[in-house]
């Protein structure tokens, strides 16, 4: 096979037989690999450590005391979620076991010893391809999560241009009694949101009025205190539908024609007499 310069990826030979690392670094970069060697697993984490390169692994099933499956476990714990390798297993031993265990933590392709050089240079190169392919998707995948996420935030700060907008159109200034408001959108029962409610806002004498609701009482403060439905909407965090329904649920229950007719009966100075009527 003819020498091919520029390599993406250095190859990592982890044997702990000098004359095997010797033929398979020579193998390599006669094909325009750049081949590092070790023979312990130490030895292995500390060199894939350092060289951040290193993307293909050839690694030995048996490393004396240290197994190569471990390796390969250990190697991915550097590597963690944000750097990819392949590796390939070696191994001079005749059963399916091992195979198996070394497919489960990972590897990629495993070749029986003695190896033909040929068939492990082509395997190489179809790692050295889905590699490549690896890296690209998650920097094409790193770059679309940008993407949305620049989105997401122009969307927000667009929608909080529109809001504040609108607000100023339908009447400007800060929402009125929005810190009081917005302890009563929980919908608690009637009789704790009854005494809420006095503590944050004045009494009303209108008997009507004190049927309503926690939320009809809260659209109908806010009606007299001149908010548009779209003000009230921002205020309460609901639709102006919803503030619409509300608000025709108030005038109903309190025999009210009209919202001028509201805002009288529940100001403070209202008399009883006037607000029933």
């Known amino acids: 096979m003819e020498k091919t310069a520029n390599r993406r990826f250095s190859v990592l030979v982890i ?19 750049r081949c590092v060697i070790s023979d312990s697993k130490d030895s292995a984490l500390q060199k894939f450590r350092d060289d951040a390169a290193i993307g293909l692994v050839i690694c030995d099933l048996g490393l004396g005391r240290d197994n190569g499956i471990c390796v390969v476990e250990a190697l991915k714990d550097v590597a963690g ?23 489960r933590v990972g590897v990629a392709d495993y070749y029986q010893k003695p190896v033909a050089p040929m068939d492990l240079l082509k395997g190489l190169e179809r790692l050295d391809a889905r ?12 770059h679309v999560n940008q993407r949305l996420e620049y989105l997401a935030e122009s969307l927000n700060s667009i929608s909080r241009d529109i809001h504040k907008i609108k607000y100023e159109v339908h009447g400007g200034g800060q929402p ?7 302890q009563e959108q929980a919908e608690a029962p009637a009789s704790s949101a009854s ?27 806010l009606v007299s205190k001149g908010l548009t439905n779209y003000q009230i909407a921002y205020d309460l965090g609901i639709t102006e ?25 529940i100001s403070p100075n209202a008399s009883q007499s006037s607000a029933v009527h």
């Not at 990819?84 to 001079?92: A, D, S």
């Not at 005494?195 to 109908?220: C, D, G, H, Y």
């Not at 608000?247 to 001028?260: A, G, I, P, W, Y």
């Open 15 to 33: 044997d702990d037989e000098p004359q095997v690392t010797s033929e398979l670094s020579e193998l390599l970069e006669n094909s325009g690999y």
């Open 176 to 182: 009125a009694s929005s810190s009081a408001l917005k």
């Open 81 to 103: 979620s944000t750097r990819f390798f392949e590796t390939i297993i070696l191994t001079g031993q005749q059963g399916s076991r091992e195979v198996i265990e070394a497919m």
């Open 241 to 265: 539908n919803t503030v619409k329904l509300y608000v025709s649920q108030v005038l109903r229950l309190m025999h009210m024609h009209n919202r001028t007719q509201l805002a009288l009966a």
């Open 131 to 142: 590699l490549h392919e690896r890296i690209r998707s998650q920097l094409s995948l790193s």
């Open 195 to 221: 005494s809420n409610t006095e503590q944050i806002a004045p009494m009303v004498s209108n008997p009507l009025f004190n049927k309503l609701s926690p939320r009809q009482q809260a659209v109908a403060r």
